[in-house]
């Protein structure tokens, strides 16, 4: 079945780039049915939506934070990646990889476990 | 796009139902009935419960059951059994491509 595997930095500097890599295995991001997330969750709170990419390319980004993220998919790899410069400690969370689909009205019905990283000097 | 309002705790006996409610505008959980909900046990990923307000994907039990009223979408957990003790997160469409979660609740089978 489809699994998603987040991996990456565990520990990032301020004012430097996070970056993190979601591999797709036993099946492919180029779908046309489904779209790939990222979501984190800062430690002890809620869930927060970052962006999504479908495998053309086009991307969405949450108005809150797109002025520092890129979300990237190599589909010779499928693989889905993250970008976000400019890191705060208040970034520091665990980043979960999801699918989302359209068929599903937008929820994600698949995740990866998480990467937790942590932005500290 | 702030947060949805949700309770932060919940609690019911073994077999009772628990309501957990989940309040945005009118620009997401009012305007679209693309509503989903998720159960998190600590220190594992989020499991998608119901999506599109009340549909359950499959393997999802039917003890758990949604609703929306206005602005407020609801999730019902009947039958309440030890394993169902995690966080709960709503989430909804809010146009422009847009998403945004709910502030979670935490579920205690007491």
């Known amino acids: 079945q489809v699994q998603l595997q987040e991996s990456g930095p565990g520990l990032v500097k301020p004012s430097e780039t996070l970056s993190l890599t979601c591999t797709v295995s036993?099946?492919?991001?180029?779908?046309?049915?489904?779209?790939w997330s990222w979501i984190r969750q800062p430690p002890g709170k809620g869930l927060e939506y970052i962006g999504y990419?479908?495998?053309?390319?086009?991307?969405h980004y949450s108005p809150s934070l797109e002025s520092r993220v890129t979300i990237s998919v190599d589909t010779s790899k499928d693989q889905v990646s993250l970008k976000l410069n400019s890191v705060t400690a208040a970034d520091t969370a665990v980043y979960f990889c999801?699918?989302?689909?359209?068929?599903?009205?937008?929820?994600?019905?698949?995740w990866g476990q998480g990467t937790m990283v942590t932005v500290s000097s | 796009q702030s947060a949805l309002t949700q309770p932060p705790s919940a609690s019911g006996s073994p077999g009772q139902s628990v309501t957990i409610s989940c309040t945005g505008t009118?620009?997401?959980?009012?305007?679209?009935?693309?509503v989903s909900w998720y159960q998190q046990h600590p220190g594992k990923a989020p499991r998608l419960l119901l999506y599109?307000?009340?549909k359950r994907p499959s393997g999802v039990p039917d003890r758990f059951s949604g609703s929306k009223s206005g602005n407020t979408a609801s999730l019902t957990v009947s039958g309440l059994q030890a394993e169902d003790e995690a966080d709960y997160y709503c989430?909804?469409?809010?146009?422009?491509?847009?998403?945004?979660f709910g502030t979670g609740t935490k579920v205690t089978v007491l």
């Open positions: 989430n909804s469409y809010a146009g422009n491509n847009n998403q945004v």
């Open positions: 036993g099946g492919s991001v180029s779908s046309d049915s489904f779209y």
């Open positions: 990419i479908y495998y053309t390319g086009s991307t």
């Open positions: 009118s620009s997401d959980v009012g305007g679209y009935n693309y």
């Open positions: 999801a699918r989302g689909g359209w068929e599903l009205g937008d929820a994600f019905d698949l």
């Open positions: 599109e307000v009340t």
